[in-house]
Nanobody, 123 residues
Framework: QLQASGGGLVQAGGSLRLSCAAS????????MGWFRQAPGKERDFVGA????????VYADSVKGRFTISRDNAKNTVYLQVNSLKPEDAAVYYC??????????????????WGQGTPVTVSS
């Protein structure tokens, strides 16, 4: 089970740290992804992190502004979102799975999903 939190209302240019806590003892065996979905749009890839946290990949639209990290001792993955723009507003979802690294951007390759945490950006 995945529980996302940390979303909220922030002004453009502001920052948030999203968290996703996992239950169970196998968290470190999953690659973790973050996705987001704005109203009326498809769920888009934001970023992913490898089992150990040594590798990350990001969507071009967030590269340099967002950072994914994980703490396997705490069964938690984080998404630090900086320099927020109005177009970043969406519900943010965390996901767990083991897609091949070349397919981590595909939402249908993940097995477990959190409930989503909303991010609203005011201009």
């Amino acid at each position: 089970q995945l529980q996302a939190s940390g979303g909220g209302l922030v002004q453009a240019g502001g920052s948030l740290r999203l968290s996703c806590a996992a239950s169970g003892s196998t968290f470190s065996s999953y690659r973790m992804g973050w996705f987001r979905q704005a109203p009326g749009k498809e769920r888009d890839f934001v970023g992913a992190i490898s089992w150990s946290g040594g590798s990350t990949v990001y969507a071009d639209s967030v590269k340099g502004r967002f950072t994914i990290s994980r703490d396997n001792a705490k069964n938690t993955v984080y998404l630090q979102v900086n320099s927020l723009k109005p177009e970043d507003a969406a519900v943010y979802y965390c996901a767990a799975g083991n897609p091949p690294w070349g397919l981590v951007k595909s939402p249908n390759r993940y097995d477990y999903w959190g409930q989503g945490t909303p991010v609203t950006v005011s201009s």
